[in-house]
């Protein structure tokens, strides 16, 4: 896979703090960004606000084990995968996932897998996505967005969204910092996939800037 990117539909920005504009903290907190401190400038006009903006709520969603709320996220880093069961770019993300999780859930890292029928309106069967989760070895949180509303809220579909399956980073204030706008990324692949691996890099790369952040 090449990189897909079209320059003028780039989602996918800097952490404000690895790109060296890292939002000033005091006592091992984070500080809120201000609206000059938000990379904004590597999105879309009709982006700029998907990014430096509070986290939207999921509220009183379905999930298939263990259940999440906005209290039990409130203070760590959150990486949200939305993801749907019959997707190819999912199934070649769900290993890079699997390594976010074991390298930082024991440094309080939620990764969290958000799953949403595909097309909207199809039934959306636990066993399905249980089968999924189990196939893929999710042990992470997995919720159930039968009706788009929580990757809506994150990204309305009425604004140049071209996947389904994008994905975004959380600060421990609950300040959304980087949107990955899909397909996949992963470690490893094909030689075509560079954009894939450079991805899954920056991922890291700003999980661990925000964890260095707050010490």
């Not at 984070?30 to 400038?41: D, G, N, T």
């Not at 930082?104 to 089968?131: L, N, T």
Request: hydrophobic share 40%; glycine share 8%; net charge negative.
């Amino acid at each position: 896979m090449t990189a897909r990117r079209d320059p003028s539909c780039l989602v996918a920005v800097c952490l404000s703090l690895a790109c060296g504009t890292a939002a000033p903290s005091t006592g091992g907190e984070l500080a809120p960004l201000s609206a000059a401190e938000v990379p904004a400038s590597r999105l879309p006009p009709a982006q700029q606000h998907l990014v430096g903006r509070s986290a939207p709520s999921w509220g009183e969603i379905d999930w298939l084990d263990d259940r999440l709320s906005d209290a039990d996220i409130r203070g760590h880093v959150v990486f949200i995968r939305f993801f749907t069961d019959t997707c190819e770019f999912c199934r070649a993300s769900a290993p890079a996932l699997r390594e976010l999780n074991d390298e930082f859930a024991e440094r309080g890292v939620k990764i969290v897998g958000m799953y949403h029928p595909k097309p909207k309106g199809r039934a959306a069967s636990r066993d399905a996505i249980a089968a999924f989760a189990r196939e893929h070895g999710f042990t992470f949180p997995v919720g159930i967005d039968a009706d788009w509303s929580v990757m809506d809220a994150f990204w309305p579909a009425a604004e140049a969204r071209h996947y389904t399956s994008f994905s975004v980073l959380i600060d421990q204030l609950g300040i959304i910092r980087y949107v990955h706008p899909g397909p996949e990324f992963h470690a490893g692949g094909p030689a075509d996939h560079e954009q894939c691996r450079a991805d899954f890099d920056e991922i890291r790369a700003g999980i661990s800037a925000l964890l260095a952040q707050s010490r």
